[in-house]
C-alpha cells in the first residue's frame, strides 16, 4: 500500500508531461514557423533570466546571502548603460533618447556594456561591505535591508530617468536578423544573448568548481569556521563572490536593456524571475539555474501565445502558468531539480 501511495505522484507528473508534450506536438504540427518562433522567444528569454540568476545563486543560493536589491541592480545597469551610449555615442540630449537615425558602433555598445558591469560590481560590492557584512545568518534583516535599498534605487531611477520606456540601441553595423530558409530571427537575441549564457555558464561553471576561489566559497558556505581557522580571509572571499554577483546582474541589465527594454517595474520582474529560477533549480546549483531559466522562458512563452482552450482565451492569465510550475516542480522536488540541503 505504501509503495503504491509513493509511486502515485510519479505516475501523476508522468501523465502531466507527457500530456504537456503531446499538446506542444500537436501545436508544433499546427503552428510552424510561428511555434519555432515562440519556442526562440522563450529560449532567448531563458538565456537572459540565466545570465541574471546566475549572479543571484551565486549570492543567494552559495553564499546564502538574501539579496532582494538583485533586480534593482539589473535595472540601474540598463539605465548607467543607456545613458552612457546616449551621451558618450549619440550626442546625448536632456530627455535621454537616441534618434532614430542614431548610428551606434561595436565600441558604442561595449564600452557602455562593460562600463555599467562594473560600476554595478562595485555598488554591489558597497551594499555588501556597508549593510551585508555584518548580518550574515541574520536572513530576514538582510532581506529588510536590501529590500529598502531596492525601494530607494527604484525611486531614485524614476526621479532621475522618468517613467518613459528606453532601448539601449545594439550595434548597427551588426545584422538585424538571421535567415534560415523561410524563418528569420533577431540577430542580437539568438547569438548575443544566448551566447553570452552559455558562455556565463561555462565560466561560472569551471570557477565554483575547478579553481581554489570557487572550492574557498563552497568550503565557507558549509564550514565558515573551520575555514577562517585554517587562516582563508572568508569575508574577502565572500566580498568577490558578491562582486562578481552583482557584475553579472549589471551584465544582463544591459543585455535586457538591448532585447527588451529599460524602464520601471522590470526590478521586481526579474527579481521574481530569478528567485523562480533558484527555486526551480536549487539553491547553489549553476545546472539547475540552467535548466530552470529555460523551463521559466519556455512557459511564460508557451502560455502567452498557446493558451487556449476550444473558443476560451486565457492568456491573460498565463501568469499563472509559472507559479504553477514552481508548485509542480516543489511537490516533487522540495529542495529543487538539484538542490542540496544547506
Do not use: E
Amino acid at each position: 500500500m505504501s509503495v503504491a501511495v509513493r509511486q502515485w505522484p510519479r505516475g501523476l507528473l508522468v501523465a502531466v508531461c507527457t500530456a504537456v508534450v503531446v499538446w506542444l506536438t500537436i501545436k508544433a504540427f499546427q503552428g510552424g514557423l510561428t511555434f519555432l518562433q515562440v519556442t526562440f522567444n522563450g529560449l532567448t528569454v531563458a538565456g537572459l533570466y540565466f545570465i541574471a540568476a546566475a549572479g543571484f545563486t551565486l549570492i543567494f543560493g552559495l553564499m546564502r546571502v538574501v539579496n532582494m536589491a538583485h533586480g534593482s541592480l539589473y535595472l540601474f545597469a540598463g539605465y548607467i548603460a543607456f545613458v552612457a551610449q546616449t551621451h558618450w555615442y549619440a550626442g546625448g540630449t536632456s530627455q535621454f533618447q537616441l534618434g532614430a537615425s542614431s548610428t551606434i558602433s561595436v565600441t558604442g555598445w561595449i564600452v557602455p556594456l562593460l562600463f555599467a558591469t562594473v560600476v554595478i560590481g562595485l555598488f554591489g560590492l558597497a551594499i555588501q561591505q556597508g549593510l551585508l557584512r555584518w548580518n550574515l545568518g541574520q536572513d530576514l534583516r538582510q532581506a529588510l535591508i536590501t529590500i529598502a535599498v531596492s525601494v530607494i534605487i527604484a525611486d531614485q531611477l524614476v526621479a532621475h530617468y522618468g517613467g518613459v520606456v528606453q532601448s539601449i540601441q545594439a550595434p548597427t553595423s551588426w545584422p538585424g536578423s538571421i535567415t534560415i530558409g523561410s524563418f528569420r530571427y533577431p540577430f542580437f537575441r539568438i547569438v548575443v544573448v544566448l551566447g553570452a549564457a552559455i558562455a556565463v555558464g561555462v565560466l561560472l561553471y569551471l570557477l565554483i568548481r575547478r579553481t581554489r576561489f570557487g572550492m574557498i566559497i563552497r568550503a565557507g558556505v558549509d564550514d565558515r569556521p573551520m575555514l577562517s581557522a585554517l587562516g582563508v580571509n572568508v569575508q574577502l572571499v565572500f566580498a568577490g563572490a558578491f562582486l562578481l554577483g552583482a557584475m553579472l546582474a549589471g551584465f544582463a541589465g544591459v543585455l535586457g536593456g538591448t532585447m527588451i527594454s529599460v524602464g520601471p517595474g522590470l526590478d521586481t520582474q526579474f527579481l521574481l524571475d530569478s528567485l523562480i529560477v533558484v527555486i526551480i533549480g536549487g539553491m547553489g546549483s549553476l545546472p539547475g539555474a540552467a535548466i530552470g531559466a529555460a523551463l521559466l522562458g519556455l512557459v511564460q512563452s508557451y502560455s502567452d501565445i498557446y493558451l487556449h482552450f476550444g473558443s476560451t482565451d486565457l492568456t491573460p492569465y498565463g501568469i499563472l502558468a509559472q507559479f504553477i510550475l514552481v508548485i509542480a516542480v516543489l511537490a516533487f522536488r522540495p529542495l529543487g531539480l538539484f538542490g542540496r540541503p544547506a
